[in-house]
């Protein structure tokens, strides 16, 4: 059984054999094993929504910008990391409408609704396809990869460990 949600679970307590997160999500008292390689985060628009847009050249540049938030699974708001080179900023602005969904922030970004924070991986047919465009490309974001956890008091079910194993194997860069 596979059960797709973005809140956080007890595996163990709601009788699960393991999750998937990204790296840096893992609950401590778990073994992770790395199921594809580190993830970039971009933000993305439509190339309508840019046409008719204010010039961006600055991450400051998004407060006058229809940007869509995006509500994790813990019921926070996630605030956009960008980084270039050393430079690490943190965007925070007045969100135009905030989605618990990823793919519904990229179709309304795909159809000129503002632009959107998500995983490149995510949008790379949109990207080759033109139908969402890279916005400040020199301040996109590196992180962890999504990694496989599972309780370390228990013992690994064979076909766990199969799943494991296929995932590794099939998964590319960022499990896109």
Known sequence: EVVVQDDFVDIVGQGFDAGIRFGGRVPEEMIAVPIGGDIR???????GYLEKAPPLEHPSDLAAHRCIGLR???????HWEVERGTEHRVVDVAWSVVLSETALAV???ETDGGITYCQ?????RQLAAGTLQEVLPEWSSPGPGFHVYYSSRRQVPQALRALIAYLREHAGPGLS
Do not use: H, Q
Not at 120 to 124: F, P, Q
């Open 41 to 47: 985060w971009i933000m993305v628009a439509s190339p």
């Open 72 to 78: 994790m699974g813990t019921g926070a708001i996630y």
């Open 107 to 109: 179709a309304m970004a």
């Open 120 to 124: 490149e991986g995510l949008v790379a």
